[in-house]
């Protein structure tokens, strides 16, 4: 059962080329996402996909602040499932707000397509943080290089997912907006919880 809600590569791919085209500004990228019931709570399972790079990207807690480092295994699977939490409440977490606006602003028949939507965004969006950290773990960059890259990234992850939600929402700019922003405090707020938690 559990491996029923985990999406296949096939499923994954035909995702990101919905994602893609919306971020084009093609619509017909909206019919590349499974917005039935199944599809629904399966893109939910992307976060599986998502685990390992999460699990990377929270070494670099280590690097910034190394008297967070854990010692002995039994410090690094409780960070790791500490960290796991936090990263799951932020999978979760959007979905409840995301039925709060749909509700609030009468876009109940778009509820579906915009958690499908969000969710594998999710799984791009951890990719797309994934190139700045490896950069710092493989090549001697500088810190100010490493932290404007990262702030790129950061930034059009922000600007993409503005783009593809106004997809969603068919060209709803103002709604759009209220989403993105609602989102992004969401994800700071959740990171500074789980900062704290980490020994931060």
């Known amino acids: 059962?559990?491996?029923?809600?985990?999406?296949?590569?096939?499923?994954?791919?035909?995702?990101?080329?919905?994602?893609?085209?919306?971020?084009?500004?093609?619509?017909?990228?909206?019919?590349?996402?499974?917005?039935?019931?199944?599809?629904?709570?399966?893109?939910?399972?992307?976060?599986?996909?998502?685990?390992?790079?999460?699990?990377?990207?929270?070494?670099?807690?280590?690097?910034?602040?190394?008297?967070?480092?854990?010692?002995?295994?039994?410090?690094?699977?409780?960070f790791f499932l500490v960290s796991g939490g936090f990263d799951l409440a932020a999978w979760l977490i959007p979905s409840i707000l995301l039925l709060a606006v749909s509700q609030l602003f009468g876009l109940g028949?778009?509820?579906?397509?915009?958690?499908?939507?969000?969710?594998?965004?999710?799984?791009?969006?951890?990719?797309?943080?994934?190139?700045?950290?490896?950069?710092?773990?493989l090549a001697p960059v500088p810190d100010v290089l490493s932290a404007t890259l990262s702030l790129i990234a950061y930034m059009a992850v922000i600007g993409l997912y503005f783009r593809v939600i106004r997809g969603c929402l068919e060209g709803e700019v103002l709604i759009s907006v209220f989403i993105t922003l609602m989102m992004v405090m969401t994800g700071l707020t959740i990171s500074e919880l789980a900062f704290t938690a980490l020994g931060g």
């Open 1 to 78: 059962m559990t491996w029923a809600l985990i999406p296949s590569r096939h499923e994954a791919g035909q995702a990101l080329a919905g994602l893609f085209y919306l971020m084009l500004k093609r619509p017909e990228g909206l019919k590349l996402f499974d917005t039935t019931p199944v599809g629904f709570w399966r893109s939910f399972g992307a976060f599986v996909w998502t685990w390992p790079v999460q699990c990377f990207l929270w070494t670099g807690v280590w690097r910034a602040v190394p008297e967070t480092r854990p010692d002995g295994a039994a410090e690094t699977l409780g």
């Open 109 to 137: 028949d778009k509820f579906a397509r915009l958690v499908v939507v969000s969710n594998w965004y999710g799984l791009f969006s951890v990719y797309v943080g994934f190139f700045p950290a490896a950069l710092r773990y």
